[in-house]
């Protein structure tokens, strides 16, 4: 069984063709990285998958079902500048967001689900930024804050769009050591990334896009020279390994 399937997906902007006959598998239990040129459609196709955008045309099923957005099995984490982060809230009201497809909108959250969300704070060194508005936030403590927050959901599928973007170096070790324990827990997680140097280190399967699907599969077979500029044309510069793999 496949985490994510999708086929024949076309989004459009304005009648102008974003992504184009999109058809991809993610294997379950893999660690994905979305990689592209700007422009090609990553968040796009994230956001497709998700149902936040309507689709031109295509089928998405996750772990062998048709795919809702009631699917409380796929976790979300977007962009953090996409985030309106002068809402009045902390960051510990966030986290516990991240429950409420398990106990409902109107139900005020247990003893566990605090308990959990607490937990979640903890293991991404932010519980002593419980009660702090997330505005007050800096920009990688805002990122450990949503991430907490698909934790607590403990879905099966985890759809990350850029969460390495604009944070240090000990909130990047802290993303990809969650990143890996999820992956150890049997759970599929699928990032849009930009650093194509990291790649190889972090991420087992690769998916190349560039408006459609220029190679999908296993990273050391798809982060290749040859298809990486196929994927970037003329905009991708970089050193190549002897073995024609990319070193960064």
Do not use: C
């Amino acid at each position: 069984m496949h985490a994510l399937e999708v086929k024949d997906l076309q989004v459009a902007y304005d009648k102008k063709a974003v992504l184009e006959h999109v058809n991809l598998t993610i294997p379950k239990g893999s660690l994905t990285a979305i990689v592209g040129p700007n422009g090609a459609g990553k968040s796009t196709l994230m956001k497709a998958i998700l149902g936040m955008l309507k689709r031109s045309s295509g089928h998405i099923s996750v772990l062998g079902k048709p795919y809702s957005p009631k699917n409380r099995n796929v976790g979300y984490v977007p962009q953090r500048g996409s985030v309106d982060w002068d809402f009045p809230t902390n960051s510990l009201d966030v986290i516990l967001m991240g429950r409420y497809a398990h106990i409902g909108w109107f139900k005020r959250p247990s003893k566990q689900d605090v308990t959990l969300a607490k937990e979640a704070l903890q293991k991404l060194g932010m519980e002593a930024y419980a009660n702090r508005q997330i505005r007050q936030l800096s920009g990688g403590q805002q990122q450990r804050v949503f991430l907490a927050r698909a934790l607590v959901q403990d879905a099966d599928v985890y759809l990350m769009d850029e969460p390495f973007v604009g944070v240090d170096a000990k909130t990047e070790n802290a993303i990809i050591d969650l990143l890996r324990e999820l992956q150890q827990k049997g759970k599929t997680v699928i990032v849009v990334h930009h650093d194509l140097q990291t790649v190889p280190e972090y991420f087992d399967h690769t998916l190349l896009l560039n408006r459609t699907v220029i190679a999908n599969g296993p990273t050391e077979l798809v982060f290749t020279k040859d298809l990486l500029q196929k994927t970037y044309g003329g905009a991708l510069a970089f050193f190549t390994a002897p073995d024609d793999r990319i070193s960064g």
